[in-house]
RNA sequence: GCUGAUGUGGCUCAGUGGUAGAGCAUCACCUUGGUAAGGUGGGGGUCACGGGUUCAAUCCCCGUCAUCAGCUCCA
């Protein structure tokens, strides 16, 4: 059989197996080798090959090779936890970003204080450096295996494997596991390890289903890997939105008040106050008027949407059906509210495109283990906005929507962090959505054409669409490596006709618009958690929330740097004053942990030359100015929003 | 909602079945000091909240709330 390597093709006889060949190739490359890529698809080293084809080997360098080791790792966790506690079922184990995770149902719950003694007998197995043997067997046979055991879970994960695909289990000492594979080639080479966390995790990802315990760890090539791991940990912890921001006294949070209900503190909210008005203004120069409608309706409005059937747990409703002649409830979104902007009176193709623009308050009913920080709430502002256009027009007003997030991204400075996603509805799971399919086919096929037109470099979510309609969504990660919706562009179809919103076309013809449902900017809460991690607290002189501290050296100077502070305020800067009798080191560190962009230090030499001294946060020291420079500097700054 | 962890002055954290401590911050006084911490002294805590066990609970038990990690969800 041919099979072609990296930079030849060569003869083997039928049989070979991977490794041979990478011994064929170099002893070195042997003993580095981890799996083989057979015709892009990872394979084991003792895997035979019988035909011909592409073979890549996979050495411990490739990136691959982590994820083996990884998965390694939790099948050497899943032998070390039956060891241990023989009554454990298995369900799956696979390699994460960073590790691995395993699924477990104990019979008496475990809690984090067992893992030390788990990891013991990890290390016990990976020192036996076990052999790890790959069988194939039929499904039948693994079936048979797993009822033996009794791995309930293991019984409907077989069962689950379609009947043509080739079924391999897994041994490493008295331990086998069905399992995909590949895996190394031995358990001695898992390294370096540690077990870091155990929670919860349903069955198949099924809230329906038994919820299992989760072991997770990391694993890594090297100690010293892994330690550079943790270091980056604390690293990001220091950026983490949800402690910095509190240090900087941009939010808080009061138990009394409830659980996703932030407190925007005075910093905090110069920040967004800032963001709003740069937004609306943006907003304004591309076209888009605002409106400001009620933050709660009767029922009947969420009836005609849709959201009374589809999003009724998500909502904070007053009242009771069964008691009140009216129930309200706090809007959970925008769209039903501002189209009634458009139904104000009878429209012609000549009012299209209408945009209307909101900064939106919206309310809703997370589950409780849902709130994070300033990330998921349960009251946030939205840069709104839904925008009705002809079929026609359709493409060329996606576009300008997408051009303003994109612009805004750039600016706020989280361009390069976020990444796109194609959400599409699941035909599969008609309930969560409305609708037919011809519909769905019909916008997300229009989507498509016009996100492949744009370039827009997409990875698909299916079920992931709105319940009325597909989304482009801009994805961001957090300190964590931990993903959410930044931005949203949505085509919708439907709820024109549910509205009953329509345009009297050139024909004379009546006709429902397409409505593209975005934001510009995403929720100011979400938006600002990223700007605080993304700067780690050190905002751009535009957003900061205080821009400069004017510090006096001593008493004599506080008449001078107080008359300097007047006039900078007249500006409209955001200024503080530290006129305290402390020294002025002591002020400055202060600042500096404030992460203020500028101080103003300013003493007897200053006051002799009627002159300014500015420093930045790099220690940087830009002296003798006046205050008209000072101005031009600032303003220039902020103008060009530099990061 | 589920699993696991956490909750002690404004913040970071010690600590104990016999009604609590440090550093930073705050306040007062001294100091008027030129680019990341000057000195002295003072005030401040129903140990998240509510029950229970106990002669006695911040500590043990139960419940609630909140915070964190994960799962599910996320219009």
Not at 327 to 352: G, H, I, W
Not at 383 to 408: D, R
Not at 554 to 577: C, F, M, T
């Amino acid at each position: 059989m041919k099979i072609q390597l990296r930079d030849e093709t060569r003869e083997f006889e039928k049989g070979t197996t991977i490794l041979e060949i990478a011994s064929s190739i170099s002893e070195g490359l042997a003993r580095v080798a981890v799996a083989g890529r057979v015709d892009g698809v990872l394979t084991d080293l003792s895997v035979a090959l019988e035909d011909d084809c592409a073979l890549e080997i996979v050495t411990q360098k490739d990136p691959e090779a982590k994820q083996i080791l990884r998965h390694t790792a939790a099948h050497v966790l899943a032998q070390a936890v039956k060891t241990i506690y023989p009554t454990a079922k298995l369900s799956i184990g696979p390699a994460t970003e960073d590790g691995f995770y395993y699924d477990f149902d104990f019979k008496t719950p475990i809690t984090v204080d067992d893992l030390p003694k788990i990891e013991a007998e990890m290390k016990k197995i990976i020192k036996a450096n076990f052999e790890i043997k790959r069988n194939v067997v039929t499904k039948k046979q693994a079936l048979k295996r797993a009822k033996d055991e009794g791995e309930t879970f293991k019984i409907q994960l077989i069962g689950d494997i379609p009947d043509d695909e080739t079924v391999t289990e897994y041994t490493q000492g008295d331990f086998t596991d069905v399992c995909r594979g590949p895996h190394m080639r031995s358990t001695g080479m898992v390294k370096a390890f540690k077990l870091t966390r155990i929670a919860g995790a349903y069955f198949k990802g099924d809230s329906k289903n038994k919820m299992l315990t989760r072991i997770y760890g990391v694993a890594f090539d090297k100690k010293s890997e892994m330690d550079e791991y943790f270091v980056r940990q604390e690293e990001a912890m220091k950026r983490d939105h949800n402690k910095l921001g509190r240090e900087l006294e941009i939010f808080t949070t009061v138990d009394y008040i409830g659980q996703g209900l932030p407190i925007l503190l005075p910093k905090g909210t110069a920040i967004v106050q800032t963001m709003q008005r740069f937004v609306e203004d943006e907003e304004a120069k591309r076209g888009w008027v605002r409106t400001k409608t009620p933050l709660m309706a009767k029922s009947d409005l969420y009836k005609i949407s849709g959201h009374w059937d589809h999003y009724k747990d998500g909502m904070f409703v007053l009242g009771d059906e069964k008691e009140d002649k009216e129930v309200f409830a706090l809007r959970p979104m925008t769209c039903p509210f501002q189209y009634q902007a458009y139904l104000n009176r009878a429209r012609s193709y000549k009012d299209l495109p209408m945009r209307l623009a909101e900064t939106s308050t919206l309310f809703r009913n997370e589950s409780s283990g849902e709130m994070h920080g300033l990330i998921r709430v349960r009251q946030f502002t939205i840069s709104e906005g839904h925008l009705m256009c002809t079929p026609e027009q359709l493409e060329s007003e996606f576009k300008g929507c997408l051009e303003l997030a994109i612009f805004m991204l750039k600016t706020m400075g989280l361009y390069e962090d976020a990444s796109y996603r194609f959400s599409q509805w699941d035909p599969n799971d008609r309930d969560k959505y409305i609708g037919t399919v011809e519909q769905w086919e019909e916008a997300q096929g229009k989507m498509k054409t016009i996100l492949d037109n744009l370039g827009i470099p997409y990875k698909v979510g299916v079920g992931e669409a709105a319940f009325y309609g597909p989304k482009l969504d801009i994805q961001i990660k957090n300190v964590w490596g931990k993903e959410d919706t930044l931005i949203t562009i949505q085509i919708d179809q439907m709820l024109a006709e549910k509205f009953g919103m329509e345009y009297t076309d050139k024909d004379g013809n009546k006709k429902n618009p397409y409505i593209i449902h975005r934001t510009s900017i995403g929720c100011y809460e979400r938006t600002l958690a990223y700007l605080i991690e993304k700067y780690a607290g050190a905002f751009p002189l535009w957003l900061a929330p205080v821009q400069l501290k004017v510090i006096n050296v001593s008493e004599k100077s506080e008449d001078y740097a107080r008359e300097v502070s007047q006039k900078l305020a007249l500006h409209g800067y955001r200024i503080e004053n530290d006129f305290r009798s402390e020294k002025v080191g002591y002020k400055i560190r202060q600042a500096q942990l404030e992460k203020v962009p500028y101080m103003m230090v300013l003493g007897e030499n200053e006051i002799a030359a009627g002159t300014v001294t500015l420093r930045k946060r790099n220690g940087e020291e830009i002296r003798d100015l006046s205050i008209e420079q000072v101005v031009e500097i600032f303003n220039k700054e902020i103008e060009e929003k530099i990061k």
